[in-house]
């Protein structure tokens, strides 16, 4: 498969465990968040996203936390399946006059063990 | 299957040389976006476009260049390649012009550089 960085935080769970990947973001301005999976070989894949108005929000099996005064988000997986093995990347969007643009964490390498 | 397709999957070629790499975005989508993932550097925003103009640029190096051609395909051109352009490069369409639409990303094209 693809590897997509020599020094990936890992993280291990088993199979039904609940999931807490962590992202620290840089730019207090940023106003959009969005958690991305990438599994071996594929593009990422959007998970759920989170503006800059709120702390938390839901999805199917997810929740994004969003702790905008030390600058944190994290992504929850409940009932973690071997389907969500992948690396994990949490996105913010920092705003330009004509566009957006995405600055992307190191990612994190979720591992599930049946 | 996100509806993006990138073109060549995989392509192997010799420093100064010059490639083009071609995305075709979801049926709909007005906007292209191109990023970069490394070994070192992690997935990296290059280049917007939006319905044949560039809306918003990142880490994109003066020997890179894009277009979106009214067929709304895109193609990203890096010349005088160098040994550190080895990447997997993703493309990435969404409606609007602002990554608050979900973007779907391609599967990507890998580029060594030999």
């Known amino acids: 498969g693809e590897s997509v960085g020599l020094h990936l935080p890992t993280l291990s769970v088993q199979e039904g465990d609940n999931s807490i990947i962590n992202c620290a973001y840089s730019?207090?301005?940023?106003?959009?968040f969005i958690w991305y999976k990438q599994e071996s070989g594929k593009g990422p894949q959007f998970i759920i996203d989170?503006?800059?108005?709120?702390d938390k929000r839901q999805g199917q099996r997810v929740t994004v936390l969003l702790n905008k005064t030390v600058k944190h988000l994290s992504l929850q997986i409940a009932a973690t399946q071997p389907g969500d093995s992948a690396v994990y990347f949490c996105?913010?969007?920092?705003?330009?006059?004509?566009?957006?643009?995405?600055?992307f964490g190191e990612g994190t390498q979720l591992t599930v063990n049946p | 299957d996100s509806g993006v397709t990138q073109t060549p999957k995989h392509l192997i070629t010799a420093t100064g040389q010059r490639v083009t790499l071609r995305c075709s975005p979801r049926?709909?989508?007005?906007?292209v976006y191109w990023y970069q993932q490394s070994l070192d550097q992690g997935l990296q925003f290059l280049i917007q476009?939006?319905?044949?103009?560039?809306?918003a640029k990142g880490n994109i190096l003066e020997r890179f260049s894009a277009q979106q051609f009214p067929d709304l395909h895109s193609e990203l051109n890096l010349s005088s390649l160098e040994l550190g352009d080895s990447a997997l490069y993703f493309c990435?369409?969404?409606?609007?012009?602002?990554?608050?639409?979900?973007?779907?990303f391609g599967p990507g094209t890998r580029l060594t550089v030999l």
């Open positions: 049926s709909g989508d007005l906007s």
């Open positions: 989170i503006r800059s108005n709120m």
């Open positions: 996105a913010e969007n920092e705003e330009e006059t004509s566009g957006s643009r995405l600055t």
């Open positions: 990435a369409s969404n409606k609007g012009g602002r990554v608050y639409n979900e973007q779907f």
């Open positions: 476009y939006y319905n044949g103009e560039e809306r």
């Open positions: 730019n207090s301005a940023s106003d959009y």
